[in-house]
């Protein structure tokens, strides 16, 4: 499985992106999907993820009630729609995806996550 993430950029704070991962190879849409990011000098750091059937999100409380993750299963795309976007959100961020169907006590937890794109960079200016 490959996964590409797209749509980082340079926005104002306050302002809004969207980005992309789209996966190809041996897909499944029993995969666990999430975004990571990691700022200069942090560890990664989870930031919101998808179950299988993209019934139930889950979400940092950093980004509550500003970004939202979504998935369209017959383009084999995850999305991340960031708003209210803030200079802390700055950070190279990571598309991933499990070949497990992840419970909650474990979809928060990077190293339960098999694949992984090659990161996209969001640069929020204040």
């Known amino acids: 499985v490959q996964l590409q993430a797209s749509g980082g950029g340079l926005v104002q704070a306050g302002g809004s992106l969207r980005l992309s991962c789209a996966a190809s190879?041996?897909?499944?849409?029993?995969?666990?999907m999430g975004w990571f990011r990691q700022s200069p000098g942090k560890e990664r750091e989870f930031v919101t993820a998808?179950?299988?059937?993209?019934?139930?999100?889950y979400g940092a409380a950093s980004v509550k009630g500003r970004f939202a993750i979504s998935r369209d299963s017959a383009k084999n795309t995850m999305y991340l729609q960031m708003n209210s976007m803030k200079p802390e959100d700055t950070a190279v961020y990571y598309c991933a995806a499990s070949r497990r169907r992840l419970i909650a006590s474990m979809i928060r937890n990077l190293n339960e996550y098999d694949y992984w794109g090659q990161g996209t960079e969001v640069t929020v200016s204040s």
């Open positions: 998808i179950n299988w059937s993209g019934g139930s999100t």
């Open positions: 190879g041996r897909t499944s849409s029993d995969y666990a």
